[in-house]
């Protein structure tokens, strides 16, 4: 199957600094998606990415869906304490919804 | 909160037992995932149910199963536990909508095998 690799595998920075991580597959998808999951919670979608070149922003949040369809990345500025939790790349893997997920980038963000 | 609902918790079962979790999806959703979660992973897809049919399937044995009830709400159930099968179980809902479906998880069902 499609190889779906995520960098860095933990990140930590001082807050107000900005973070940086990517995604790379193997094959070329239509979607990349990015979710944070807190301890305890499931998930929850960040940004949603459906053209190639695409820059999208939430907020500090800031993603790019690579001119390749093959790459994505994941900024976040002026980082702040709850942003501590882990950040999952994900790509559609069909038409009907099965997602498949990176390996995650844990991030802590220290005072 | 996305509205998902799943119960219980938190399970701790044996192996070779079997075990049944649930899944509430938000209001107005009529598909449910199940993704499980090792520790230290991304979630992994086992299977969707739309139309209480199941639509779709990653790489799981056949001892994972679920349904999914009229009004949306779904079960995975899981026989002949083993130690592997420990890991936080997610369901998601979404409503259907080819290439730009976006699934709500809850919060998880943490099971432990011993």
């Known amino acids: 199957g499609q190889q779906l690799n995520q960098s860095p595998q933990s990140m930590f920075i001082q807050e107000g600094e900005d973070v940086s991580m990517n995604c790379t597959s193997s094959s070329i998808f239509n979607t990349w998606l990015w979710y944070k999951q807190d301890p305890g919670e499931g998930p929850v979608l960040l940004i949603a990415?459906?053209?190639?070149?695409e820059l999208t922003s939430n907020g500090r949040l800031t993603a790019q869906f690579g001119i390749t369809r093959k790459d994505s990345f994941l900024n976040i500025s002026a980082s702040i304490p709850s942003d501590v939790g882990i950040y999952f790349c994900a790509l559609r893997a069909d038409s009907w919804g099965k997602l498949q997920f990176g390996a995650g980038t844990q991030v802590v963000v220290t005072p | 909160e996305t509205g998902v609902t799943q119960s219980p918790t938190h399970l701790i079962k044996t192996r070779g037992q079997q075990v049944t979790l649930r899944c509430s999806s938000q209001s107005g959703h009529n598909t449910v995932s199940w993704y499980q979660q090792a520790l230290g992973q991304g979630p992994q897809f086992i299977f969707q149910?739309?139309?209480?049919?199941?639509?779709g399937r990653g790489n799981f044995p056949p001892r994972f199963s679920g349904l999914q009830f009229p009004n949306y709400s779904s079960e995975l159930n899981v026989n002949a536990l083993e130690l592997d099968d420990s890991a936080l179980y997610l369901c998601?809902?979404?409503?259907?909508?080819?290439?730009?479906?976006?699934?709500?998880f809850g919060p998880g069902t943490r099971l432990l095998v011993l």
């Open positions: 149910y739309y139309r209480e049919e199941e639509n």
């Open positions: 998601a809902s979404s409503q259907r909508r080819p290439d730009q479906e976006t699934q709500y």
């Open positions: 990415l459906y053209k190639a070149g």
